[in-house]
């Protein structure tokens, strides 16, 4: 059974991860905008990871017998002044999931929840790969600067993204 306080920041978790995908859907639409199908579509792969993410905290709120209870969502930014504008937007994003999850691994630990904190474990290193991913578009994007020609090789490239496989809700 789920403590009161793991509960809540749980929940919590399976906001940041909705507002994620939300925040990516955003940046399909940008990227859609400016003609950019590539990233738009490497954005709508994003956008299913982290579908799947908030699923699975949420099955395991449940699964522990909590309750998930489902908040509003933040509005998203909308536009970005660059595609390296928007994936160091969506880097900086992922910082601050890893943050939050650090945080709560921490909570776990220390309300002795050792089957949240084993679970979390997951996510964790998850988190590496998903900064490790971003940062790459970011330095990519770098290194193609004003060229259109490199920028229209990485959206080319981008495009192949595969999507994510789709996990058991509560196992890895
Ligand atoms: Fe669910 Fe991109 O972290």
């Given at each position: 059974m789920l403590k009161p306080k793991m509960e809540e920041a749980l929940n919590g978790q399976v906001n940041e991860e909705v507002f994620s995908a939300y925040l990516y859907a955003s940046m399909v639409s940008y990227f859609e905008s400016v003609n950019l199908k590539g990233f738009a579509h490497w954005m709508r792969m994003q956008v299913l990871e982290e579908q799947i993410h908030g699923q699975k905290v949420g099955e395991f709120i449940m699964a522990r017998g909590g309750r998930l209870r489902l908040r509003a969502i933040a509005e998203p930014q909308?536009?970005?002044?660059s595609p390296s504008a928007a994936f160091e937007a969506a880097l900086q994003h992922e910082q601050h999931i890893t943050e939050c999850l650090n945080n709560l691994s921490t909570l776990a630990f220390s309300e002795q929840d050792h089957a949240t904190r084993t679970f979390l474990e997951w996510f964790v290193t998850e988190q590496v790969e998903e900064e490790a991913n971003t940062d790459n578009m970011v330095q990519q994007l770098k290194l193609a600067g004003d060229a259109s020609g490199a920028l229209f090789l990485l959206d080319r490239e981008a495009g192949q993204r595969p999507a994510p496989a789709i996990a058991a809700p509560t196992g890895a």
């Open positions: 909308q536009d970005w002044a």
